[in-house]
């Protein structure tokens, strides 16, 4: 079955310098791959989808980039800042493609 | 702002009680689900919906039911709470058609005693 790896660790950055959070899948590759963010006591919220097809997606200071061969998607943030402080989820579709896959996130901490 | 409401947002319920948590939207969306979230961990899919009269289990066994009578409303069901049951419950809709952005709900937090 298809597993979600996240950094298990918080990374801890400064403001202003870009944040790379890392998210490895095992099995197949999936058709779309989703990123979210999550903050504490709150549902997950949708910030990015990125198709099998696409090298690179960006939206603001947001980038989200998927490499099929490596069954790896990075996702950056430029210019952090504390407000960007929260843990960052990925998904991908199962195979059936009836619903979502989550990993367990990565927290990220953006000190000033 | 995704509009999906759910209430309670905090339970606390002695065990062998009925439970039933709430799950609202006013986008239209077809699709719905239910996952559940310990914390630190990965959301686990208990249940989804294509639409009315459409309920599926997910890949997380629960011992929970659900129902979809209307299209905006997707309730969860709890026949006898368990201590076991503690954990938290997230809502979240989608437009018909595969991976398709999931808008959540800020969730229940259920304690059983």
């Known amino acids: ?112 | 702002e995704a509009d999906i409401y759910q209430t309670p947002r905090y339970l606390v319920i002695g065990t062998g009680k009925k439970i039933t948590l709430e799950c609202s939207q006013t986008m239209g969306h077809d699709k719905m689900y239910w996952y559940q979230q310990d914390p630190g961990m990965e959301l686990h899919l208990i249940h989804y919906s294509y639409g009315v009269n459409s309920t599926e289990k997910g890949d997380l066994s629960s011992e929970s039911t659900v129902s979809r009578i209307r299209t905006e409303h997707f309730p969860l069901t709890l026949e006898s709470a368990r201590p076991s049951h503690t954990s938290q419950y997230l809502c979240a809709s989608s437009e018909g058609g595969n991976n398709q952005p999931q808008h959540f709900g800020d969730g229940t937090r259920l304690s059983i005693l």
Do not use: M
């Open chain 1, 1 to 112: 079955s298809q597993k979600i790896e996240q950094n298990s660790e918080a990374l801890n950055i400064q403001e202003g310098k870009t944040a790379t959070l890392t998210c490895n899948y095992t099995n197949y590759s999936p058709a779309y791959l989703q990123w979210y963010r999550q903050d504490p006591g709150r549902g997950p919220v949708f910030l990015l989808l990125i198709r099998e097809n696409e090298k690179e997606k960006r939206k603001e200071r947001l980038k989200v980039t998927f490499d099929t061969t490596l069954k790896q998607s990075l996702f950056h943030i430029t210019a952090s800042q504390p407000a960007d402080s929260a843990t960052y989820l990925c998904a991908l579709d199962e195979q059936a493609g009836t619903a979502l896959i989550f990993g367990k996130g990565t927290t990220l901490s953006v000190s000033s």
